[in-house]
């Protein structure tokens, strides 16, 4: 694997390949962007290139060391991934950090450290990492991988090379679902216009996966229309709150429903939409929420900050779910006392 399999990145390849063959490139690199546009396997392919004895710009792909970096595994001694350790990429983490690369490289050419997501670095972690960041030893870099570029500290930004990969076409997506994994071209499309032209989400979609949480929560969503709908709030809410990593794939594809509903709400007839083979059924909730659509869409965002606090997940789902419920109901029983009862700390 190398440089050529990345689709859609042409300018950061051509910036990468160009200053690696020139060896100016910069020893500390943010690599930005949404969630799932590649910046990971991107980086790891940008370690093998800097590791790789060769040592020439460009990764041999037959040595020791490119063959423990072969993305996405990454086995190599000169290569070390610092994730958070819990919620947050802690002081010690960074010290460890600036101790080791000052250490010769054991096999390769440099000493990599990735660090994912850096937007997860303390304010102590970050302060800890800026001396490093602005005179690093000639065989050491550093990458920082993040979606939240902004949310980095500016004094961290400012010594860095940022670059950013963007979303790609949804035909292009299709086409490299179509290409790489033979896929048929109705199901490459209907993935590349969910994903939103996040073509390392692509790659791994789990679409009978998808397919039934989709469809659960549309049935949920009728649920909430009906009379009894206090019941079905604490029965899902219950059930979707069960598993964290659960509840976030729960989020994100009801995040994307009402994405889809909030354009349908305002532009019926023409509206793109992800959810393309829904469009009757979004139309009609389209027709229920009407103008509250997008402010479901920013209490599902809402919620999902909450969740990145440590919340109670069973609260926060209930109480979305009976605003969810209000929205779609003219008297919005969801709002008022009811919100109040079930409130989150830092939620009035």
Request: hydrophobic letters at 40%.
């Amino acid at each position: 694997m190398d440089f050529q399999e990345i689709w859609g990145q042409e300018q950061v390849v051509q910036y990468l390949r160009s200053s690696l063959e020139k060896e100016r490139l910069a020893p500390s690199l943010i690599l930005h962007g949404p969630e799932g546009v590649g910046k990971t396997f991107l980086a790891l392919l940008l370690a093998r290139n800097l590791i790789c004895a060769r040592g020439n710009g460009q990764a041999c792909g037959n040595c020791s060391g490119c063959r423990k970096i072969d993305p996405p595994n990454s086995h190599h001694p000169d290569l070390r991934r610092i994730h958070p350790t819990g919620r947050e990429i802690r002081i010690q983490q960074i010290r460890d950090l600036v101790r080791e690369i000052q250490v010769r490289p054991l096999e390769g050419r440099r000493k990599v450290f990735l660090i994912e997501p850096a937007d997860r670095l303390t304010t102590e972690a970050s302060n800890a990492l800026l001396k490093t960041l602005e005179e690093p030893p000639s065989r050491g870099a550093i990458l920082l991988i993040t979606p939240n570029y902004h949310s980095l500290l500016p004094t961290v930004r400012s010594r860095c090379q940022a670059l950013r990969l963007q979303p790609l076409a949804a035909d292009l997506v299709a086409r490299f679902l179509i290409t790489a994994q033979n896929l048929p071209e109705a199901d490459a499309e209907l993935i590349a216009s969910i994903t939103e032209g996040r073509i390392a989400r692509a790659a791994t979609f789990d679409f009978p996966r998808f397919h039934k949480r989709r469809k659960r929560l549309l049935n949920l969503l009728a649920d909430l229309q009906g009379r009894r709908y206090g019941a079905a709030v604490l029965r899902n809410a219950e059930q979707m709150a069960n598993s964290a990593e659960d509840l976030v794939e729960e989020l994100d594809t009801l995040l994307l429903l009402f994405r889809d509903i909030a354009r349908l709400v305002y532009s019926p007839g023409e509206a793109p939409i992800a959810n393309r083979d829904l469009r009757e059924e979004l139309l009609k909730l389209a027709e229920r929420f009407s103008h509250r659509a997008y402010q479901m869409v920013e209490r599902i965002e809402e919620t999902r900050r909450d969740l990145q606090k440590n919340v109670n997940r069973y609260l926060a789902t209930q109480v979305l779910l009976f605003d969810l419920a209000g929205a779609g109901h003219a008297g919005d029983p969801g709002s008022g006392p009811l919100r109040r009862r079930v409130a989150l700390p830092g939620h009035p």
